[in-house]
């Protein structure tokens, strides 16, 4: 068993990790960086140590500080939350060759998944729906033209290394490919040090939706149903929920039962998500997330169970809690994410929060780590909390959020909030007529006002 846990991350991940933690017993271990000091999570843990500078690349992305962290506590695990170092399977068999366990899948697995390309013909192969186009590597315009005229235009041309909608450019003829090749190569190359793109059918109007899966390394997996996160804006969600508006009894299981199988046959060990793009009732892979989401709260929400415990269940060696069939969906759940930014520009709004009070009552449930007199470092994402709602359904689920909201009061900075108000008075939100397109869309228009 799992004696310590070191949290390789910061924010509310972090502390939701530390929460699970303390839970199960286990000794907790956080590491931070200068600007950190004062973060709940260092408040709360048993041990803490400071890993450098307030530069990610100094500090949360220092693995040879992450690991002698480790060394110096000793910690027998590592929980890396979601972002940094979650998705590097560097770190992973680093780790592995110190003894420590990574909390999450294989390096192997965070490989095949980590780059477009090799995971699009992974998921293929396990008989999960792709988006039609390239196999691999586009080298030539001529190629890509090739493509392009045989799926059809418009087509999309996707970073093979990438993520958060850099390296991704949209051809809608011949004419605009070759300079959507070349501007998307040198974002790519710029983002990720790595030029290579593919290319795809562009659907039009989809609904993005994920399902979460947990699989057991030995050939054991299950889903925990699917997450509708459309509403974004520049690639980035701001809202999810579970279940998706879009969907049926019989489409959630179908798509469900894929994934799971799927990770049966890959022997996948840990958490992690297979997205879709959906569109005219046909799923579409993008992409698979080989660690914890964001939004895993509205996951936990609808079915009862605690995806962190789950995740250091795996890992110690104790298999699933839960079989397919024990799995029960109830109700609906509605996940906001609270940024520091302002609500019209999103500029990012680093500063002291000078009063600080959170909603509560049934359903309702706050993932954040800061606290009246926090300062906000201007370093970091600019998430500082969650605030998730469930109900019996999403009517209900809905008015919950509307409460929540109007009791949620973050002064000092300038948060998201209003733009969730502004969300919850709009017909197409409460019908749940939406899709990746809406959310830039309703802003742009509220700006030209």
């Known amino acids: 068993m799992i004696s310590k846990i070191l949290i390789a991350n910061r924010g509310e991940i972090a502390l939701r990790v530390l929460r699970a933690c303390k839970e199960l017993g286990i000794a907790t271990v956080a590491v931070h960086s200068t600007a950190d000091a004062n973060a709940m999570h260092v408040r709360l843990a048993d041990e803490s140590v400071c890993i450098g500078p307030p530069p990610s690349r100094d500090s949360y992305l220092n693995i040879h500080q992450i690991v002698a962290a480790c060394e110096i506590t000793g910690a027998d695990a590592v929980h890396p939350g979601y972002g940094f170092l979650s998705e590097n399977a560097k770190f992973a068999d680093i780790l592995d060759a110190h003894g420590i366990t990574f909390i999450g899948p294989t390096a192997d697995h965070i490989r095949i998944m980590g780059d477009k390309i090799t995971a699009k013909k992974t998921a293929e192969a396990l008989g999960i729906p792709v988006v039609p186009g390239s196999v691999g590597e586009i080298r030539t315009d001529e190629e890509a033209v090739e493509i392009a005229t045989k799926i059809g235009f418009p087509v999309i041309i996707k970073a093979t290394a990438g993520g958060g909608g850099r390296g991704m450019k949209v051809a809608n003829n011949v004419g605009e490919l070759s300079i959507a090749l070349s501007t998307a190569r040198s974002e790519a190359g710029a983002a990720f040090g790595n030029e290579a793109v593919y290319i795809e059918k562009y659907l039009a109007h989809p609904r993005h939706i994920e399902v979460q899966v947990m699989g057991d390394g030995e050939g054991n997996a299950v889903h925990l149903g699917e997450r509708d996160c459309s509403l974004q804006r520049r690639h980035q969600k701001v809202w999810e929920e579970a279940n998706s508006p879009s969907l049926n009894v019989s489409q959630r299981s179908e798509i469900g039962e894929i994934c799971a199988a799927a990770m049966r046959k890959l022997k996948y060990r840990g958490a992690g998500t297979v997205e879709f793009l959906y569109e005219d009732g046909n799923f579409y892979f993008i992409e698979m997330n080989t660690r914890l989401q964001v939004e895993h709260p509205v996951t936990e929400a609808i ?68 606290y009246q007199g926090y300062k906000i470092p201007p370093y970091y994402d600019s998430l500082i909390g969650k605030l998730i709602v469930h109900g019996r359904t999403r009517v209900e689920c809905m008015m919950r959020l509307r409460r929540a909201l109007d009791e949620f009061v973050v002064d000092g900075i300038s948060t998201t909030l209003p733009l969730f108000r502004d969300l919850l008075a709009n017909p197409d939100i409460a019908n749940g007529d939406y899709d990746i397109h809406w959310l830039e869309k309703f802003l742009a228009d509220k700006a030209g006002k």
């Open 303 to 370: 079915t009862g169970i605690d995806l962190v415990n789950e995740q250091i269940r795996i890992a110690s060696g104790g298999g699933l809690s839960v079989t397919q069939d024990e799995i029960r969906f109830s109700g609906h759940a509605i996940e906001c994410r609270i940024n520091a930014e302002d609500p019209s520009t999103f500029v990012p709004s680093p500063g002291t929060i000078t009063h600080y009070h959170t909603p509560g009552g049934l359903g309702v449930r706050v993932d954040s780590g800061v």
